[in-house]
């Protein structure tokens, strides 16, 4: 199943929410005036594309509309996918040139943080990178013993001490251990704590730190996990942590088991950050790059039928 059809299929739940408004409203189109603009207003605040977003681009398909003269619902279909690909679009791909390169994952609790660093370890194993994975959360219960099960799925190494140890003291050894077996890349989890924002940035700046002394070469990503059911509180996180440690990328989890798939297109318009990667499934290949395009489409086609 390609990508379109992944993303076609992962949307369905979002697509069945608003698909029925999305439908009149495309099939009884006749221009681009206040009352449909009104109509379509609606539709994207109930994807959860979010006030400020859905203002911008009805904005955008108002002046496009205007300029290019749409007068068929298969017209506004295209305008419409190219204004949310340019919304999501730029800085999609990770940049992990270097050997080895870093991916720092960080995310609250119950994202999925620890499933998409084994979905991300299995994946990068196929392309035949030697991955090292670090267990920087040292304070959630079991989450050492998580990881361990998916290193050995992905056939990654582990990094590891015991619960409750300095995660500071983690990811030095995994740095020496990439450094020493030659690996290509080391992916490090982190704890998901929210309750002290001081706390939190201190840790994670204690680690990028780290990152960058022992690894001062290597192309690092800051990842954040984000669970795409908590719809707006997904985007409020995304501030939040752009805010304790500058993000390159964003994962997005659970967009099948959602039917605000719009908020997609927040998250990316209001941090400024990059989506990198969407969860559409629970199988290990259910982990997609994100292409916007392909994205935006089959938002549209899932929603609308056409």
Same mark, same amino acid.
């Given at each position: 199943m390609g990508f379109f059809e992944k993303i076609k299929q992962g949307l369905q739940r979002t697509s069945s929410a608003i698909g029925e408004g999305f439908n009149n409203l495309f099939a009884s189109f006749r221009k681009v005036d206040e009352d449909f603009l009104e109509e379509l207003e609606e539709l994207l605040l109930l994807a959860d594309v979010g006030w400020d977003t859905t203002e911008k681009i009805l904005s955008r398909l108002r002046e496009t509309a205007k300029k290019e003269k749409i007068e068929t619902a298969e017209e506004l279909t295209k305008v419409l996918t190219r204004i949310l690909t340019e919304f999501m679009a730029g800085g999609n791909e990770f940049v992990l040139n270097t050997k080895p390169s870093v991916i720092l994952v960080v995310g609250v609790n119950g994202v999925g #943080?620890?499933?998409?660093?084994? /979905?991300?370890?299995? !994946?990068?194993? /196929?392309?035949? #990178? #030697?991955?090292?994975? $670090? $267990?920087?959360d040292t304070f959630r219960a079991a989450a050492i013993e998580q990881l361990e099960i998916w290193a050995g799925r992905a056939g990654a190494e582990l990094i590891r001490h015991q619960e409750g140890s300095d995660p500071g003291a983690v990811v030095f050894d995994a740095c020496q251990a990439v450094k020493a077996r030659g690996g290509d890349l080391l992916i490090v989890d982190t704890a998901g704590r929210?309750? !002290? /924002?001081k706390n939190l940035m201190g840790e994670l700046g204690k680690l990028m730190r780290i990152l960058n002394r022992e690894l001062p070469d290597a192309d690092k990503e800051v990842l954040l996990v984000l669970d795409a059911t908590t719809g707006g509180n997904a985007v409020t996180q995304a501030t939040y942590f752009n805010e304790v440690v500058p993000l390159t990328g964003i994962a997005l989890t659970k967009l099948d088991g959602t039917a605000k798939g719009g908020v997609t297109v927040a998250v990316r318009d209001v941090t400024g950050v990059p989506i990198k990667l969407i969860g559409v499934g629970e199988g290990t290949d259910d982990l997609q790059p994100f292409v916007p395009a392909a994205f935006a489409e089959a938002l549209l086609k899932g929603a609308t039928g056409i």
């Open positions: #943080k620890t499933t998409t660093i084994g /979905k991300l370890a299995a !994946n990068f194993g /196929k392309e035949g #990178k #030697k991955v090292l994975l $670090a $267990a920087a929210l309750h !002290n /924002k």
